[in-house]
């Protein structure tokens, strides 16, 4: 982007604080022609926007956002904002309790299956960090 607007350059800055740096490189890595303008806009509307207001903590807004991602069936999302957890606060306490919220407002199938991918983002995010424990 040749000249990123002030919501681009803050937005960017708050996905990487919730993303982390590998993740955003490789969004933006992966950017293309067909999907420049896509990225420009999810980084200044969600990130520069929503995620960047101060009226709630990230960790408060993670455990919105994964409840409402599992709502919709988002999966993908779902396991990517697990895994930004590590970065937002949010703990594995209060994802299950999103989770439960999830069960009871937007069904228990949909909390079931975000429940098991939740669980494999966190047996992940612990992989890694014993390997980092270890290098």
């Known amino acids: 982007m040749?000249?990123?607007?002030?919501?681009?350059?803050?937005?960017?800055?708050?996905?990487?604080?919730?993303?982390?740096?590998?993740?955003?490189?490789?969004?933006?890595?992966?950017?293309?022609?067909?999907?420049?303008?896509?990225?420009?806009?999810?980084?200044?509307?969600?990130?520069?926007?929503?995620?960047?207001?101060?009226?709630?903590?990230?960790?408060?807004r993670s455990m919105l956002t994964i409840a409402l991602l599992a709502a919709l069936g988002h999966y993908d999302e779902v396991a990517m904002h697990v895994r930004a957890t590590r970065n937002t606060g949010a703990s594995l306490e209060d994802i299950k309790e999103a989770l439960l919220h999830v069960a009871i407002y937007a069904g228990v199938p949909a909390a079931n299956h975000a429940f098991k991918i939740a669980a494999k983002a966190y047996a992940e995010i612990e992989a890694a960090e014993k390997e980092e424990d270890h290098a």
């Open 2 to 60: 040749s000249n990123p607007s002030p919501r681009y350059i803050q937005g960017m800055k708050t996905r990487r604080k919730v993303l982390g740096e590998k993740y955003v490189d490789a969004a933006v890595t992966n950017t293309s022609p067909f999907t420049e303008d896509f990225q420009e806009l999810i980084t200044e509307t969600a990130w520069g926007n929503v995620w960047s207001r101060n009226t709630i903590p990230l960790r408060e």
